[in-house]
Nanobody, 125 residues
Framework: QVRLVESGGGLVQAGGSLRLSCAAS????????MGWFRQAPGKEREFAAA????????YYADSVKGRFTISRDNAKNTLYLQMNRLKPEDTAVYYC??????????????????WGQGTQVTVSS
């Protein structure tokens, strides 16, 4: 089992940047493919980015491609999401998630086994 705790959210103006972190504890972090998802008020939780266990493979939603970068540091048991050129439509609660059964990450949220509590990102226009 792994426990996930997100941090780094906040209020930023459109065009600005934020870096989210997700600290993992418990079972070996490198045993999990990881993902970032987000949920805006009144909307379904949606995929943002995913990364393989070793970090050699990444995958992005079209809405964030070219602006967001997912990365991980297995020595520090931490997942990151660098968010640049933020837009008001990026406003949401951001969640990190871990899945054990596969080497690579996925857009499919039901394939993830563990979730953090979320961190709020608000982008003002």
């Amino acid at each position: 089992q792994v426990r996930l705790v997100e941090s780094g959210g906040g209020l930023v103006q459109a065009g600005g940047s934020l870096r989210l972190s997700c600290a993992a504890s418990g079972r070996t972090f490198s045993a999990y493919a990881m993902g970032w998802f987000r949920q805006a008020p009144g909307k379904e939780r949606e995929f943002a980015a995913a990364i393989s266990r070793s970090g050699d493979s990444t995958y992005y939603a079209d809405s964030v491609k070219g602006r967001f970068t997912i990365s991980r540091d297995n020595a520090k048991n931490t997942l990151y999401l660098q968010m640049n050129r933020l837009k008001p439509e990026d406003t949401a609660v951001y969640y990190c998630a871990a899945r054990a059964a596969y080497y690579s990450g996925s857009y499919y949220k039901d394939s993830y086994d563990y979730w953090g509590q979320g961190t709020q990102v608000t982008v003002s226009s």
